[in-house]
């Protein structure tokens, strides 16, 4: 894990997340939808942004955009420099494996595999060897509480331990950037609270910046800003930390 920088060198740096003009549009039969229109947003290196509004407001599309995992259709999205909508898909594909860790509401854990291995498999897209996977696995579930449950498959343990595993997984390739979908919608309050801390302490302690949707305004109080669209458009100019 990479510590958080010092506070003079995050003064200087730029944004880890910049955003000029982002649009998306979708094409349903003849008509073609706008789901974001002109996006500016800055995301800091170690912030932990909340991306809040209505259902179809297009926060999830604009979590999308920023994990590469869609294109946009105008405007300019850089992630510590680099331009992603203009990477190949074999360079955005190697782009995401090491600078991005996923988060979803469904954990996506593969049923058959302990969590060891849940976690250890975002790394055989590497030439890393064995011995260091299982290494690397161990630490990021140690990281998240879950060192004792290595050897459990996830129908083995409860809801919040398998986002813990989900957690790990994400950390498990040390990526400078979280993305969060609606990280607890599945969890009871008390263990939404748990992974919400954890998340916290990822960002307070570790220096990972995170871009979380919520539905949720007690989960949007764990992040350092909150950023709210309607329709497709900011609400409100995020004030910078």
């Not at 999308?64 to 999205?77: A, F, K």
């Not at 990280?183 to 910046?209: C, H, I, S, W, Y």
């Not at 949720?216 to 100019?237: C, I, N, S």
Request: glycine share 8%.
């Amino acid at each position: 894990m990479h510590a958080r920088a010092t506070d003079a060198t995050a003064a200087v740096d730029t944004p880890l997340v910049e955003i000029r003009g982002l649009t998306k549009s979708y094409e349903r039969g003849n008509q073609r939808v706008e789901v974001l229109h002109s996006i500016d947003l800055d995301i800091a290196h170690g912030d932990f942004v909340a991306l809040m509004g209505p259902s179809g407001s297009g926060k999830t599309t604009l979590l999308n955009l920023i994990g590469g995992l869609d294109s946009p259709s105008g405007g300019v999205l850089r992630v510590d420099g680099v331009a992603i909508d203009d990477l190949n898909s074999n360079a955005l594909a190697a782009w995401r494996a090491n600078t991005v860790g996923f988060v979803f509401q469904s954990y996506n854990l593969m049923p058959v595999l302990s969590a060891q291995r849940n976690v250890e498999l975002p790394l055989l897209l590497t030439d890393m060897g064995a011995n260091e996977r299982a290494r690397r696995a161990s630490l990021a579930l140690q990281l998240v509480g879950l060192g004792e449950r290595a050897k459990h498959k996830p129908n083995e343990l409860s809801g919040g331990q398998q986002q813990r595993v989900a957690i790990a997984r994400a950390l498990v390739s040390d990526p400078m950037l979280l993305i969060c979908d609606e990280p607890t919608g599945d969890l009871d309050r008390q263990t939404a609270d748990e992974v919400l801390t954890l998340l916290q302490q990822l960002n307070r302690e570790f220096g990972k910046t995170i871009v979380m949707v919520t539905h949720d305004p007690k989960a949007a109080e764990y992040a350092q800003r909150t950023v709210h669209l309607d329709k497709g458009t900011l609400v409100d100019e995020p004030t910078p930390h």
